[in-house]
């Protein structure tokens, strides 16, 4: 059975950066779908960023301009780079790969206060 497991998470300070990644252990030889969710207390799950294509994204509205997502070197890795980090991008993120299946991470905290 796949297993994916984020890391990169913690405690930055308003306007700092954090590195998000996940890599996927198991056997997965294709994809549909890479991407990045997150849910906040007392809210859905939401959005974040997602991957389908080398040149193709797709961003919430609220991480336009300061996440980029991206794949690593290996097929079954994820990367999710978070600039200019606000209190409201407080949540945890889940790292998701679209095969067959839907697989999920366990979630990895961001924290981001002063």
């Known amino acids: 059975q796949v297993q994916l497991v984020e890391s990169g998470g913690g405690l930055v300070q308003p306007g700092g950066s954090l590195r998000l990644s996940c890599a996927a252990t198991g056997t997965i030889f294709s994809y549909y779908t890479m991407g990045w969710y997150r849910q906040a207390p007392g809210e859905e799950r939401e959005l974040v960023a997602t991957l389908t294509h080398p040149e193709i994204a797709n961003y919430a509205e609220s991480a336009m301009g300061r996440f980029i997502i991206s794949r690593g070197h290996a097929k079954n890795t994820v990367y999710l780079q978070m600039d200019n980090l606000k209190p409201e991008d407080t949540a945890v993120y889940y790292c998701?790969?679209?095969?067959?299946?839907?697989?999920w991470g366990q979630g990895t905290q961001v924290t981001v206060s002063s």
């Open positions: 998701v790969f679209v095969t067959v299946q839907t697989y």
